[in-house]
């Protein structure tokens, strides 16, 4: 749609030209900008210009860029990229099933980027779902020139809120090779078939025996638990009916949220132990 409140737009080249003026906020893919109103904003400040790699692949893990496109995301995971994932990789082969928890066709793929999605931060967001499950670190590039890094876990404060401040940048997002060599389950759950995830639910097992469950979607923002091994049905029923955040809205109750989360997170258990 048009934006009508729009009067100036620049293409940010170099880390100074991430400095907003009143009225300005950054423009990635743009895919959420431009579906409705945005009275505050005045002018776009293009990230795409800054010409940051989508993806790397370094001893240290996968490095994300915050403008690789979602479809740039799936391609490497069908391996048809220039940049191959190390066979030991496992849990690349999620990425597409977490793309597709995206409410949004192929067409929104190749302009959405993961960093625009994680920004927006609402619960249902499937690359928070995805970063989250494999212990995503963000960098976050402040004003003045200083870098920090948080969990993607612990960035998200709500649905559609985070800890980001006026004039903060994702950089990028960082997985861990332990997390992404582990065997990764991701289940989701909709009211409608084509309907925005209601609850998605991952769970993951490391080589050290280490089995990490994550909620999204169900709850305003992320849940992750941690457990030295994989836990009895009881253990994880109690956890993950526990977890904060369950809320209602037009597209699932609170208490269906918390109910299918607990099912969701004992099929992933089952799955993990019988690939034990």
């Given at each position: ?49 800054m ?53 949004a ?91 925005r ?16 469950f ?15 091994g ?20 037009p ?26």
């Open positions: 749609m048009d934006i009508p409140t729009i009067d100036s737009f620049r293409i940010a080249r170099e880390r100074d030209d991430l400095e907003l003026a009143p009225g300005e906020t950054f423009l990635a893919g743009g895919t959420w900008l431009m579906s409705e109103p945005q009275p505050a904003v005045t002018g776009f400040v293009d990230l795409t210009g010409g940051w790699p989508d993806l790397e692949v370094t001893d240290d893990g996968l490095r994300i860029g915050a403008t690789c496109t979602i479809a740039t995301l799936v391609a490497f995971a069908r391996g048809t990229t220039a940049i191959a994932a190390p066979s030991e990789w496992r849990a690349v082969d999620t990425f597409e099933q977490a793309a597709e928890a995206l409410l066709s192929f067409k929104i793929w190749k302009t959405a980027t993961v960093g625009g999605n994680i920004c927006r931060s609402f619960a249902a967001a499937a690359m928070v779902a995805l970063t989250v499950a494999l212990d995503g670190i963000a960098e976050v590039w402040t004003p003045g020139g200083s870098i920090r890094h948080v969990p993607v876990a612990e960035m998200l404060t709500g649905n559609g809120t985070n800890d980001l401040a006026r004039g903060e940048v994702l950089r990028a997002i960082d997985l861990p090779p332990c997390a992404l060599e582990s065997r990764l389950v991701m289940r989701k759950i909709a009211l409608a078939e084509y309907g995830s209601g609850a998605v639910v991952t769970g993951r097992t490391d080589a050290d025996g280490t089995t990490v994550g909620i999204t979607a169900a709850t305003q923002a992320p849940v992750v638990f941690r457990f030295e994989v836990p009895d049905a009881r253990v994880l029923e109690s956890a993950v009916g526990a977890a904060p955040g369950y809320y209602s809205d597209l699932g109750a609170a208490d269906w949220r918390r109910n299918v989360s607990i099912v969701l997170a004992e099929r992933i258990r089952r799955e993990l132990v019988s690939a034990a």
